[in-house]
């Protein structure tokens, strides 16, 4: 399966020790995931975004990448290609608007569902689906489901809308292509650089809101208390993995249909993705 990665931050900062230096940094794990990669980084609320099919491990564009990236926003993928060729088109994270997504996953039974997912599109945002992946569509019916709910392009949409579509959305997704043998693989991860939010759908999902020290305790003016202990309240920054990256982050694993979105205040919601019975 694929290799998520997601930051946000309450300061821009620079993320190569996720990507490049850390004893479990992505561009390490791509050894095993080599089918292309991706980086969506946020500046002044717009997304900017790089991929390529090659391995990260190898791919000088990623390492350049890597190193000037500066931002309080960035989501990350690596890919291990189930649906669709290995090109660009299926590469991830999938950007429309402010908002851009990556899938660790597949959908069971692609090929007989797919045109039926496709067809539950909305019209507006089925003609800008360009590759072959099942990911592609779930990022498309998330926000044909999330329009029914706030203007897609508005950066403080309320996050309830945004958590209230990501349930319809799984819901949605299971309810056609769910049987009791063959549950669809639907962890995601998806931001529009104001909320980001992540769902464990079958495959495992990590989070760090705190170090056990930070490297950069003596040297950073921004250092606080929540960067070292955990908090009820707003945090400084988080960290989405499929795995843990670093040893001094404190990890915190996702059981399958937990979920969780970080509002614009920095502070963490919990929640879950509504059940259904399989093959219903």
Request: contains cysteine; hydrophobic residues 40%.
């Amino acid at each position: 399966m694929c290799r998520l990665f997601g930051f946000k931050s309450s300061i821009s900062s620079q993320v190569h020790r996720s990507l490049l230096r850390a004893d479990n940094a992505l561009a390490v794990q791509s050894e095993d995931h080599p089918d292309g990669w991706g980086v969506a980084y946020y500046i002044e609320n717009i997304p900017h975004l790089i991929k390529n099919s090659k391995i990260a491990l190898e791919d000088n564009l990623f390492e350049r990448v890597s190193g000037i990236v500066s931002s309080k926003v960035v989501l990350a993928h690596i890919r291990k290609a189930s649906v669709g060729d290995i090109n660009m088109l299926n590469c991830h994270p999938f950007q429309y608007g402010p908002w851009t997504f990556a899938h660790n996953g597949e959908i069971k039974n692609w090929e007989c569902v797919s045109d039926q997912l496709i067809s539950r599109v909305a019209p507006k945002y089925r003609r800008f689906i360009l590759g072959k992946t099942d990911s592609e569509v779930c990022f498309y019916l998330f926000l044909t489901h999330l329009q029914q709910r706030s203007e897609i392009a508005h950066w403080a949409l309320p996050y309830a809308d945004a958590i209230a579509a990501l349930q319809d959305t799984v819901q949605e997704i299971r309810e056609v292509s769910d049987t009791e043998d063959k549950p669809s693989w639907l962890t995601f991860l998806l931001t529009n650089g104001s909320l980001i939010l992540g769902c464990q759908g079958g495959q495992e999902l990590v989070y760090s809101t705190y170090k056990r020290s930070c490297e950069e305790r003596e040297t950073c003016p921004y250092l606080s208390a929540e960067c070292e202990n955990p908090s009820d309240g707003a945090i400084n920054h988080i960290l989405v993995a499929s795995e843990p990256i670093s040893k001094e982050d404190i990890w915190v694993p996702l059981n399958e249909g937990e979920a969780f979105c970080l509002d614009m205040q920095m502070k963490l919601h919990s929640f879950e993705i509504r059940k259904i019975d399989a093959g219903a």
